[in-house]
């Protein structure tokens, strides 16, 4: 099983800021097959980022995805109000399919 | 528009049995893999099971197998998910989530708003 390590756990920041979100695997991920999500309370996921780099439909271009093999990061350039949220990393080259335990993006 | 609309859902007894459902609209469901994914309270995101898009390949987390079964009905454009032999560490809301994709996986683009499981005496 591929398990994959979020950092940081939270992460406080301003809006207008940039965010640095971390996923780390612990082998290597096949085809860069990694997703991200976004949560905010009460809500279901939301897809942000597939094939580590590529954007969903619908998704500003303050978010981008940047990895391959074992590590990936998340960046939001510069963040607004409606960002602040859990982020998830996700594997879905290998099964079993596995989330990252999440980043809390929160307001400082 | 996409529409997955989960339920079943419920306070169920430990060793009990529930079956969700979720209904889904607003794109070709035969053309799609679909997977349960659940989040106990307070917790992060789990993956549960798969299902290919004709229903030939399933696909399920050690903590399930054997217990859960995942199938569709791609005439009624309609998931299902069997639960059997429930423990309280199953309690949780489970979403249903289409895939990008006919093969799993391919990410998951759209999501149910989830129903909520409850395994307790």
């Known amino acids: 099983e591929i398990v994959l390590t979020q950092s940081p756990g939270t992460l406080s920041l301003s809006p207008g800021e940039r965010a640095t979100l971390s996923c780390r695997a612990s082998q290597s991920v096949s085809s860069s097959s990694l997703a991200w999500y976004q949560q905010k309370p009460g809500q279901a996921p939301r897809l942000l980022i597939y094939?580590?780099?590529s954007r969903a439909t619908g998704i500003p271009d303050r978010f981008s995805g940047s990895g391959s093999g074992t590590d990936f990061t998340l960046t939001i350039s510069r963040l607004e109000p409606e960002d602040f949220a859990v982020y998830y990393c996700?594997?879905?080259?290998?099964?079993?399919?596995?989330f990252g335990g999440g980043t809390k993006v929160e307001i400082k | 528009e996409v529409e997955l609309l989960d339920s079943g859902g419920g306070l169920v007894q430990p060793g009990g049995s529930l079956r969700l459902s979720c209904a889904a609209s607003g794109f070709t469901f035969s053309s799609y893999a679909m997977s349960w994914v659940r989040q106990a309270p307070g917790k992060g995101l789990e993956w549960v099971s798969a299902i290919g898009a004709s229903g030939g390949s399933t696909y399920y987390a050690d903590s399930v197998k054997g217990r859960f079964t995942i199938s569709r009905d791609n005439s009624r454009d309609t998931l299902y998910l069997q639960m059997n032999s429930l423990r309280a560490e199953d309690t949780a809301v489970y979403y249903c989530?289409?895939?990008?994709?006919?093969?799993?996986?391919?990410?998951?683009?759209?999501w149910g708003q989830g129903t909520l499981v409850t395994v307790s005496s």
């Open positions: 996700q594997q879905y080259g290998n099964s079993p399919l596995t």
């Open positions: 989530a289409k895939d990008r994709g006919v093969h799993v996986s391919n990410g998951f683009d759209y």
């Open positions: 094939g580590a780099s």
